[in-house]
Each structure stands twice: as C-alpha cells, then as structure tokens.
C-alpha cells in the first residue's frame, strides 16, 4: 500500500469570514452583546499583505483518509468546550 504523500489541509467543513468566527466564538462564551464595528481589513492599513480568503480545501484528506471533519459550528463547540476556562 502507498503511503500518503504531499499537503494534507487538516480543517473544518466549509469557510467563514474571521469577523464572523470572532462574534460566534463570542457568543458561544458568554458575550453575545457586546459592541464592535465591522471593518474591512483594508481600513487597517497592515504593511504586509494578507490573502483575503484563507480558506483550506480539506478534500484530499477527506478522500486520502475516508474521514470526514467537524462543521464550523462544531469545531466553535469543541474549543469552548475544551477551554472551561474562558467562560
């Protein structure tokens, strides 16, 4: 049997805005109204330039190890749960 080569994205099911993962990790914690103000990364004015979708396909390891991975949702549930300590 072949052994598996190359990358292998090790990540959740589908993709989501950073801004949005901050405010449902929050809400998942305890600070489910609290102020923020939704800015593009272009407002920041960082010197390094970032990719603006940071998205991961994971298929080649879903395929290469007959395995699915956890939705966004639950990975957000598991690193709560995890983390007793933030709450």
């Known amino acids: 049997k072949k052994k598996p080569r190359g990358i292998f994205n090790i990540a959740s099911d589908g993709s989501i805005l950073k801004a949005e993962f901050a405010i449902k990790l929050a809400s998942h914690i305890g600070f489910s109204s609290?102020?923020?103000?939704?800015?593009?990364?272009?407002?920041?004015?960082?010197?390094?330039?970032?990719?603006?979708?940071?998205?991961?396909?994971?298929?080649?390891?879903?395929?290469?190890f007959k395995t699915t991975f956890p939705t966004l949702d639950d990975t957000i549930r598991l690193v709560v749960k995890d983390y007793p300590n933030m709450n």
């Open 34 to 64: 609290f102020n923020y103000k939704l800015i593009s990364s272009n407002e920041i004015g960082s010197l390094a330039k970032r990719s603006k979708d940071m998205t991961l396909d994971n298929n080649k390891a879903k395929s290469q």
